[in-house]
């Protein structure tokens, strides 16, 4: 499948009624481990040094996902590419890059320059020639609805389609969509991972930017008021989470390219602080899928079972 929109992960009966006929789940050494990587401008560089921990670590990632600034990363990464090599382009990254001005009455730049920026990024630009199973989430202005791309097709266009920012980039026309950035639909994007198969879910959220107070031009304006919305809509995104890693960015601006460095110790920082409760899903020397915590949470969704009510503990929170 390519170019999806999003439903909802699946009915308290559609998941009872699979447990009937599956019975018990079968034992595997561990858990199927999902990384969701959210959107944030250059500040999603810090995503590089949480991949760096993982790696150090070897935490097993199966699945990846990423919306606006994360789905580079997160397509880099299941393109092959190592935490090491994705930080040598990240250092030299400019606005530049990725953007070209322009005269729109959609927005001020196009971001067709990524097309050549990608290619020194990826190692593969197919959904079905990466080296573990991929997801790009973008917004679908016209239903308002995410729109996730994974399985097969290009990667290229739905990266440029979930980086498009609303105001400074121009919409992505494609199959038959017009796409904005993942980031207005969906700030992190664990949902997909949990359709995807995964049992546990590694969120990766970039806080939002601490008010200025002095707004200097429009899309500081704008920016200012996704922060604000992303704050109010983000238990969406953390029902379906186990781990939320932060980094502590939140004093960094939305294009601190500059500060690359920085970003990526902080990374390395909220990462480390998390490993104590991913390691734990690794200490047995066999793991049983939670189905009763999976299906629990799929219904909140629909309302017919709170969380609360059937003990499933909240995600873990971690920010240094």
């Known amino acids: 499948m390519n170019g999806d929109e999003t439903k909802p992960v699946g009915s308290w009966w559609d998941t009872t009624r699979n447990w009937v006929r599956g019975g018990l789940p079968k034992?595997?050494?561990?858990?199927?481990?999902?990384?969701?990587?959210?959107?944030?401008f250059a500040r999603g560089i810090a995503h590089v040094g949480v991949l760096r921990v993982l790696e150090q670590n070897k935490i097993p990632i199966s699945v990846i996902a990423g919306v606006?600034?994360?789905?580079?990363?997160?397509?880099?990464?299941?393109?092959?590419?190592?935490?090491?090599?994705?930080e040598a382009v990240a250092l030299s990254m400019k606005f530049r890059d990725i953007a070209r001005w322009t005269l729109s009455l959609l927005g001020l730049a196009g971001n067709d320059r990524m097309i050549t920026?990608?290619?020194r990024l990826l190692k593969a630009n197919k959904f079905e020639d990466m080296k573990m199973p991929l997801a790009i989430v973008a917004t679908?202005?016209?239903?308002g609805r995410p729109v996730t791309f994974h399985d097969k097709g290009d990667v290229v266009m739905p990266i440029r389609a979930s980086?498009?920012?609303?105001?400074?980039?121009?919409?992505?026309?494609?199959?038959?969509?017009?796409?904005?950035?993942?980031?207005?639909?969906?700030?992190?994007?664990?949902?997909?991972?949990?359709?995807?198969?995964?049992?546990?879910?590694?969120?990766?959220?970039?806080?939002?930017q601490d008010g200025a107070g002095d707004y200097g031009n429009m899309l500081g304006v704008v920016s200012r008021c996704f922060q604000i919305m992303s704050g109010r809509t983000q238990n969406s995104w953390r029902r379906y989470s186990n781990v939320v890693i932060a980094p502590p960015v939140a004093d960094m601006s939305w294009d601190s390219f500059a500060s690359a460095k920085q970003l990526i110790h902080l990374g390395?920082?909220?990462?480390?602080?998390?490993?104590?409760?991913?390691?734990k899903w690794l200490a047995s020397p066999t793991f049983v899928p939670d189905l009763e915590t999976k299906a629990s949470t799929l219904a909140s969704q629909l309302g017919s079972v709170t969380?609360?009510?059937?003990?499933?503990?909240?995600?873990?929170?971690?920010?240094?």
């Open 163 to 208: 980086c498009a920012y609303p105001g400074l980039f121009l919409p992505i026309r494609y199959q038959g969509r017009l796409l904005v950035d993942g980031f207005v639909s969906m700030e992190v994007p664990a949902e997909p991972l949990l359709q995807m198969g995964v049992d546990r879910v590694i969120s990766v959220a970039i806080p939002n």
């Open 307 to 320: 969380a609360a009510s059937r003990g499933v503990p909240s995600p873990t929170q971690i920010q240094s």
């Open 268 to 279: 390395e920082q909220a990462a480390r602080g998390a490993l104590p409760a991913i390691q």
């Open 68 to 86: 606006s600034s994360g789905s580079m990363v997160a397509a880099a990464v299941a393109s092959g590419s190592s935490a090491d090599e994705i």
């Open 140 to 143: 679908d202005l016209n239903s």
């Open 117 to 119: 920026f990608l290619t």
């Open 27 to 40: 034992r595997s050494s561990q858990p199927r481990i999902g990384l969701a990587l959210g959107g944030g």
